[in-house]
């Protein structure tokens, strides 16, 4: 609750000087009100700190609070000179800013949210390929595009996917999809229909806890890692002690693809551990994909920021597959198309911190691309969501095939945003609140999410799958399951991971060595 202090506050800012303005000019008397309005700037400070942390670079956004307080007091002035016309103003813009905000609401109001694409709108999957000819003079009167969705695709034989077939609509038509969906349908040459939602991952919160004990760890030389509660809750020392007394070794180096907003390549927490897929990759405006890469395998015992699984850095490394853009936006298509690359270039495991809601037949797709990433070896991880709400209501959380992230605080209580995952077939807990890791250009920060928790469980299966090359997704769940500690809400979210406990379950030497053969020459050619 304490991240809403700081708005409120500085609202209440702007409200008051308004209102001392207003007394001063009528020459009333304005004591009471200036003594409030110093109490609560004095406030606001606190709130500001708290909200956004203690680093230098951002004075400048409390700078521009003042500057706005500035323009507010002299917008007050002039509207005591303009009265008439700053009413009419005042009216416009009060509307244009309520619309604003409804729509972004809408937008953000359950952690992501999809609208339609505004290219390559509508994709189906076709019965036949022969009809191809028939489908493309049905939809020529609204100056369809009609191409493969996944022409590139490797294994034709892992899923129907091959069959996807999208359609870029002209800007005039792109007012009637409902019509031109229900024309497409009634053909009766697709198995199904829907449009090409857009992504977009909700604002990245900051975390607000200060309260949380400093944890002290002797086998980490990382001087962040005691910010990070987690590593204690998840048991780390025990581990490491596990790792070392028994010198267990990795059968392969694991790969775990991280399908987000980009990573920062060039941190100076993550290089060491990073495999760049391309350079398009490598780079991150938004900050969320290189907050989840420093969580999933951030290089330890390097002297520098955080810490996380493996204290030689010798079991997983981390790279990136760009599905989100800038903005934190990207399209059911794109997002699909990472899932196949990945999968195609020797993906251990997958990391989707991303989703929006599903409803009916929406996740037809993002089935089978988790069907095809399955067959072709990748385990993959998927945020719960953000909304409080069943996990079942958002997709990819819900498809079939993956295993489902819910976030829990550092009392193992599910966090109050955290979508639940009662009727996941493999819902699994991880923390998801005040999470410290990496930012862009060599910062740190701490954020909440499920989005947080979800690299924390695929940073773990990169550590089994470097032990067992072979282990599918269910024999890793039932291990996590089997393994993990109980939450206080078990039901809502699923086993707490413990990775000591699920590391002892797999035993390195059953791996046999044709597979071991087979896995270090797939991962010597993905690339």
Known sequence: MLHFIYPTTLLLVWLLAILWYFKAVKEEDTKKMKRLFWIVFLVNIPAFVIHYGLELWLLAWFVRDIFLLFIIVYIAHLFTRFKKLFVSLFIFVAIGVSALYFFSNQLN???SEEFVSSQGEIIFDIK???????IEAAMAE?????????????????????EYFTIDIDDKNRGIIEEILTKLSATGMTDWVETNDVVQLSPIEMSTATNLP???????????AKEQW????????????????????????????ILDTGVDSEHEDLNDNYVSFSKNYDTDVQGHGTHCAGIANAVSNN??????????NNFVKTTSI???????????????RGIITAADNGADVISMSLGGRSNGGKETAYNEAIKYANSAGAIVVVAAGNSNDNAKNHAPACCEGVITVSAVDNNLTRASFSNYVND???GIAAPGVSIYSTFPKNQYRSLNGTSMATPYVAGLLGMMKALAPALTTKEAYDILKKSGKETSDIQSTGMFIQPAEALKAIQPGSVGFWTSFVNFFKKLFSF
């Open 142 to 162: 609204y100056g369809a595009k009609i191409e493969k969705t996944f022409p590139n695709i490797q294994n034709n034989e892992f899923s129907e996917l091959e």
């Open 303 to 312: 002297k520098k920021g955080i810490a996380s699984f493996s204290p030689q």
């Open 230 to 257: 987690a590593l204690k809750a998840l048991n780390m020392e025990a581990l490491h002690s596990y790792l070392e007394d028994n010198k267990v070794s990795a059968t392969q180096q694991a790969r775990v693809f």
């Open 128 to 134: 036949n390929f022969d009809d191809i000819d028939e």
């Open 424 to 426: 996941m077939k493999m």
């Open 214 to 224: 400093a944890t002290d760890f002797t086998m980490f030389n990382d001087p962040f």
């Open 322 to 336: 760009k599905v989100l853009n800038d903005q934190g936006q990207g399209t059911q298509v794109d997002i699909i």
């Open 109 to 111: 109001s359950s952690g």
